[in-house]
């Protein structure tokens, strides 16, 4: 049965950059929201301390909640092998953390999209540096989730599958029962394309969502294609907003889930208008999975 978590997508640059928010403030802030569970961030200012990793679990857990997903950044397309090796350390780090949380679920990423690599090279370097972390994943009982990513907030350049075709490659590259898909249907958009499609190709392997909504400010879709292919930068037809009032199809998207059986965790990003919008987007999403999911509570 698939549950409900959420994601402090507001409150970034608070939690990570200059801890004006502390995180037991953001568990305080989750209390009301009917939710299962809190996604981590791995770059909290206080999780540089491992020492507190148990505390922030007990704080959830005190309130009937579990962190089920770690949310990281590993940027294994780099030319340089030494890089490389540094950032397959720090994914063995987030998978411990991880385990230590109580999650069952640690994100990778490619890496970014720099200029100089070619397709094949960058699926090599990506592929070789995550198969190199499913041992020790599988060893702490934790599966690794690749997203169909844009960018990281603290990237110079998008992400390297950032578009459909390279990250379905990626996705077939690596069979391994510690590795699956978190699907994110907004990021679609980002890359101008349909997040329907993406879906379709790769529902078989999805094991969690992020759950968000996008806006046209301006144009269409195809004019988004035109316009935000290789751009560097958020796109700027494009605005984040409530859930359920935006460019995504959850019907269609909830349809397909439930057809391939997906039990997952489905995590919410959203609340940049503040906690009452993010309130608003747990309502919608609790009443779409009780339709799609009828013994879902």
């Known amino acids: 049965m698939p549950k409900l978590a959420v994601f402090p997508k507001a409150f970034m640059q608070e939690l990570c950059k200059t801890g004006t928010m502390k995180i037991s403030e953001w568990i305080d802030l989750t209390v009301a929201l009917k939710v299962d569970g809190l996604e981590w961030y791995a770059g909290f200012l206080e999780m540089a301390d491992e020492s507190s990793w148990p505390t922030f679990r007990k704080q959830v857990n005190d309130y009937g909640k579990v962190i089920p997903m770690l949310c990281c950044s590993p940027d294994f397309t780099h030319p340089d092998a030494a890089f490389r090796e540094r950032e397959i350390q720090k994914q063995h780090h987030w998978i411990k953390m991880a385990h230590s949380l109580g999650a069952s679920y640690c994100r990778v990423l490619s890496g970014q999209r720099r200029p100089e690599l070619s397709m094949e090279e960058g699926i090599e370097l ?17 599966t690794l989730i690749l997203e169909n990513h844009y960018k990281d907030d603290f990237w110079e350049h998008p992400e390297f599958v ?10 077939e590259r690596i069979d391994h029962p ?6 994110d249907p907004s ?7 349909d997040p329907l499609e993406l879906l379709y190709r790769v529902s078989h392997r999805v094991v969690t969502m992020h759950a968000s909504d996008r806006y046209l400010n301006e144009g269409t879709i195809e004019d988004l294609r035109r ?6 930068g958020y796109a700027k037809r494009l605005s984040h907003g409530e859930i359920g009032k935006g460019l995504n199809d959850y019907d269609a ?6 057809r391939v059986g997906f039990d ?10 503040g906690m009452d919008q993010l309130k608003r987007s747990v309502t919608f999403l609790r009443q779409k999975m009780v339709q799609y999911w009828p013994d879902f509570t």
């Open 227 to 232: 316009e935000e292919d290789n751009a560097l």
């Open 162 to 171: 950032q578009h459909m075709d390279v990250f379905c490659r990626l996705v």
């Open 264 to 273: 997952g965790w489905i995590s919410i990003e959203d609340g940049v208008d």
């Open 187 to 193: 990021n679609a958009f980002l890359a101008g394309e």
């Open 178 to 183: 510690n590795f699956g898909v978190n699907y």
């Open 126 to 142: 990506a592929a070789d540096c995550i198969e190199r972390c499913l041992p020790y994943a599988q060893e702490l009982g934790i």
């Open 253 to 258: 998207i909830f349809t397909e889930l439930k």
